[in-house]
């Protein structure tokens, strides 16, 4: 029975670090940024590209942030149902998730989405460092 839950606790681990994995891609910001850093890297050797290498992740956005939200769903699932998640983690990956909202038509709203997100990435932060000072 033991070796089960330590089964079920490790898939939905996996779901939920897959889940934040895949939001972070939907975030035009972290893509440009990810972008900026190869074309750094690759500069240092030598190699001059000239526009991004990472553009065609914009067309996969939207997809990459539905099956985060759909993996943090599950995840939600698991944790209310067997307790076996971290309730941080899943704190951290819905602002993750809610700082990345790659909607076109959602995009006039962005800093509202990032103040959130943000928000509920340092609460996740803040309540880590407590539970560990205990």
Known sequence: MAVKL??????????????????????????????IGIIALLSLIGITITTFPLIFLTKVAVPFWIAAVALLAI???????????????????AGVIMAGVPFENLQSFRVFFWVIGGGLVLLSIILFIKSNRR
Request: charged fraction near 15%.
């Open 6 to 35: 330590e089964t079920k606790e490790k898939v939905a681990s996996a779901g939920s670090v897959v889940s934040s994995v895949v939001s972070f891609l939907g975030g035009y910001q972290v893509c440009h940024s990810i972008c």
């Open 75 to 93: 995840s939600l699932v698991f944790y209310f149902k067997k307790k076996c998640i971290s309730r941080n983690l899943i704190i951290l990956n």
